[in-house]
């Protein structure tokens, strides 16, 4: 019990009894709020030089508490510091540390409170995260141009409501999930920047009567423009204690992520399994059945997708968690960083598996070859012949509608027609109509920005080879990639 009592001593002065062990296990956070332990003693660091600088520490008693610090976190990194979860929380743990080796460190709470504490913690979390974050995307989109680069010359079927709609490369659909990735490291800078706002002197609630300067603390924590440098602070102390729209974001971004994974993954099931066969995944990332001695199951990919549904609720149970609380600080927002840690956890494992796992990823060139071979794939190019011959576009998918019942009632394959079947549905048509069938054809018209086109596909990839500062394979690439980002946004 005393030692209860001693715990709270930062808080305790007006307490008559200690805190029920159950409360202390209630209410203690430091299981999973130790994870932030550098980024409270890079906080704590800057503040003791702010008030060195404004006077209210001496150099010296600012030099000794930024040594130990320095010293602390390095023990807990080697993992030799005992965390004490009577003590609450991360902040309290290494306050207290501090002040049994540096007693100076009794100044350091000086015009400070937990609440700016952990906004500002969690914001330089939040920083770190996301580059963090960005470089693991950027690794997985370079793994995805290799896997492209090897596919330019795979044809399979583009399927719309999972029935096959039209021919692409494999290099193509590939470069799809490339654009969904871009889009999520975008998502994650912009994420970034929202949390490079420093909200340390907002206090409690209302900050401090203290000399403190905002600026300064700011500064020293990185908080500033990164083009003029200039310091940036929150503009409103309740606002700054009880805002969460940084975790929000970050989840958001993991939330979504989660969900292109999710469909990448599926995307590779389906290709993986014997009903497509376009794909075999390696050894390393599938697993066996403990009772059927044949399979081979894709679990990565499941997991991929099972795991996005844990990100998706985690940006739930914030959404949930803050949305009736009255302004500013209440406990539940302690609640706050389970769903963000583990959001970070899921989206980074999720991210290197499938970067490792697309590097080891191969085509079946036959398998691929015989799905494509569908002449019906084509059968809106065959519209498409009929349009530059004068047809109305609505008559010309109406046309080539008859000729495929044609062939379905005739079990002929579309492009195995008589002349006279065409001739009679389309007066329109020539005899070169069945060219359209040639899927090189196919591919060399639709080379305009953005299509599937092969030529379109090298710049494509070009492109991100040097976005990704990834080594380029051919001479011509480089030029090629320098026109088509122009085109990119
Ligand atoms: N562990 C707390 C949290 O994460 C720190 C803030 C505590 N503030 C307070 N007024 N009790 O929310």
Redesign the pocket.
């Known amino acids: 019990m005393k030692k209860n009592k001693d715990a709270q001593a930062s808080w305790g002065g007006r307490f008559s009894e200690p805190p029920s062990k159950l409360m202390l296990r209630f209410g203690e ?1 430091v299981s999973f ?1 130790k994870a932030l332990a550098e980024f409270d003693v890079r906080g704590s660091c800057a503040h003791a030089k702010m008030l060195r600088d404004v006077g209210i520490l001496s150099a010296s008693e600012c030099s000794q508490i930024v040594k130990g610090l320095e010293s602390l976190l390095k023990k807990i990194k080697s993992g030799d510091f005992v965390w004490d979860e009577s003590l ?4 309290m743990n290494i306050e207290q540390a501090l002040t049994a080796e540096v007693p100076a460190a009794a100044k350091l709470h000086t015009a400070r ?3 700016d ?2 906004a500002t913690d969690m914001r330089l979390f939040f920083k770190s995260a996301c580059a963090d974050m960005s470089g693991r995307i950027r690794a997985l989109m370079a793994s995805l141009v290799e896997l492209a680069d090897t596919a330019r010359n795979i044809f399979i079927p583009g399927y719309t409501h999972l029935q096959r709609a039209q021919p692409v490369s494999a290099a193509h659909h590939i470069l799809a999930w490339v654009e969904m990735l871009a889009r999520d490291c975008e998502r994650f800078a912009f994420a970034a920047d929202g949390a490079n706002v420093s909200p340390l002197g907002s206090g ?1 609630i209302a900050g401090t009567t203290l000399p403190i300067d905002r600026f300064r603390s700011a500064e020293y924590l990185g908080f500033v423009d990164s083009d003029s440098g200039e310091p940036i602070l929150t503009g409103n102390s309740m606002d700054a204690v009880s805002d969460r729209d940084c975790f929000f974001e970050f989840a958001f971004s993991c939330a979504v992520l989660g969900v292109h994974l999710s469909r990448i993954a599926e995307d590779v099931i389906l290709w993986n399994s014997s009903e497509f066969g376009f794909v075999k995944l390696p050894d390393s990332f599938t697993t066996g059945s403990s009772l059927m001695p044949q399979k081979k199951n894709p679990d990565s990919m499941e997991l991929m997708r099972g795991k996005s549904a844990r990100m998706i609720g985690n940006l739930n149970a914030l959404l949930v968690l803050v949305k009736g609380l009255p302004l500013t ?1 209440n ?1 539940d ?2 609640e ?2 389970p769903a963000v840690f583990d959001s970070y956890a899921q989206a980074s494992i999720c991210v290197d598996v499938l970067a490792a796992c697309a590097a080891e990823i191969k085509f079946n060139q036959g398998r691929c070859a015989a799905a494509v071979s569908d002449p019906l794939l084509l059968a809106t190019d065959l519209a498409d012949y009929f349009v530059m011959r004068g047809v109305p576009f609505r008559t010309a998918h109406h046309m080539v509608g008859k000729l495929v019942a044609l062939s379905e009632n005739k079990k002929v394959p579309i492009n195995e027609l008589p002349d006279e079947d065409v001739f009679g549905v389309c007066p329109e048509a020539d005899c070169d109509w069945r060219k359209v069938f040639d899927i090189k054809r196919a591919f060399a018209m639709r080379e305009k920005f953005g299509m599937p086109g092969l030529e379109q596909t090298n710049s494509q990839i070009a492109a991100w080879r040097e976005l990704l500062g990834m080594k380029s394979h051919d001479s011509n690439s480089k030029k090629r990639g320098a026109e088509c980002r122009g085109k990119k946004k």
């Not at 609450?88 to 902040?91: I, T």
């Open positions: 956070s709020d609450e929380d991360v902040h409170s937990r609440n504490q952990v409690a600080y406990r927002l302690q706050d960083k």
